[in-house]
C-alpha cells in the first residue's frame, strides 16, 4: 500500500498523452469552470482508447473500493487516478474541496450529489439533501467543481467491477465524511494509493 509520497504512478502510451494535453488545456484555461470543461472533454476521448489503465491495476479488492495513482503533476495542479468498484464498494459521503472530474471505463457506476441544508455555523455538524442520482456508463463524465457542488458519493451496486479514471485539482489526501443518520461531518483518515497491491 503507497503513502501519498511513496507511491510509484502507472504509465501507459495513452495515459502520456492525455498527460500532456491536462497540462497544456490547464495552462490554457485558468478560469477553473472552463478547465473543468475541457478536461472533461479530453476525458471522454480518453474513455474510447484501449489500454488506458494497466490490467493488473483493474483488478478489485475484496475489502474497498481500490485507488491507483496514474499520474501527479508536479505542480500539485491535477492528479490523475483510476479507481476500482467491486459490487457494494462506494465511498462515504464526501467532499474534498478540490473540483473532481470523474470518467467511467468499465461498468457502471453511481454518482450521488448532496446539497447542505444546514446553516453551517455547528462545527463538526452537517445535514445533507440528496440532489441528482446518476448512472454511469463507459464514456460517461461527470465533474463536481466547488463550493456549489462538491458533496457526492461514488459507488458500484452491479456485479461487474466498475472502472471509473478521476482528474483532481490537486492531490487528495484526506476528506470530509459526512454521516447522513447522525447528522455529522469530519475529517478523514489520510487516503491510500493502492498501485502496489
Ligand atoms: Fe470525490
Redesign the pocket.
Known amino acids: 500500500m503507497g503513502t501519498a509520497t511513496g507511491v510509484v504512478p502507472a504509465t501507459t502510451p495513452a495515459l502520456g498523452r492525455f498527460v500532456a494535453d491536462l497540462e497544456a488545456l490547464t495552462l490554457r484555461h485558468p478560469q477553473e469552470h472552463a478547465r473543468v470543461f475541457a478536461i472533461a472533454d479530453r476525458l471522454q476521448a480518453l474513455l474510447a482508447e484501449p489500454d488506458v489503465v494497466p490490467t493488473r491495476l483493474m483488478k478489485p479488492l475484496p475489502d474497498r473500493y481500490r485507488r491507483n495513482l496514474l499520474h501527479r503533476d508536479a505542480q500539485n495542479r491535477f492528479v490523475v487516478m483510476a479507481l476500482v468498484w467491486g459490487k457494494g464498494q462506494f465511498?462515504p459521503v464526501?467532499?474534498?474541496g478540490a473540483f473532481?472530474v470523474v470518467g467511467v471505463y468499465r461498468n457502471r457506476l453511481e454518482i450521488t450529489n448532496y446539497m447542505r441544508t444546514d446553516d453551517r455555523k455547528r462545527e463538526g455538524r452537517a445535514t445533507l439533501a440528496a440532489t441528482v442520482r446518476n448512472v454511469g456508463r463507459p464514456g460517461s463524465v461527470f465533474h463536481?467543481v466547488p463550493p456549489s457542488e462538491e458533496i457526492?458519493t461514488?459507488g458500484n451496486s452491479y456485479p461487474e467491477a466498475a472502472v471509473s479514471i478521476h482528474v483532481y485539482g490537486r492531490e487528495?489526501e484526506w476528506?470530509n465524511v459526512f454521516d447522513l443518520a447522525a447528522g455529522t461531518v469530519r475529517r478523514s483518515d489520510p487516503l491510500a494509493y493502492h498501485n502496489d497491491l
Do not use: R
Open positions: 465511498t464526501h467532499d474534498h473532481s463536481v457526492h461514488v487528495i476528506v
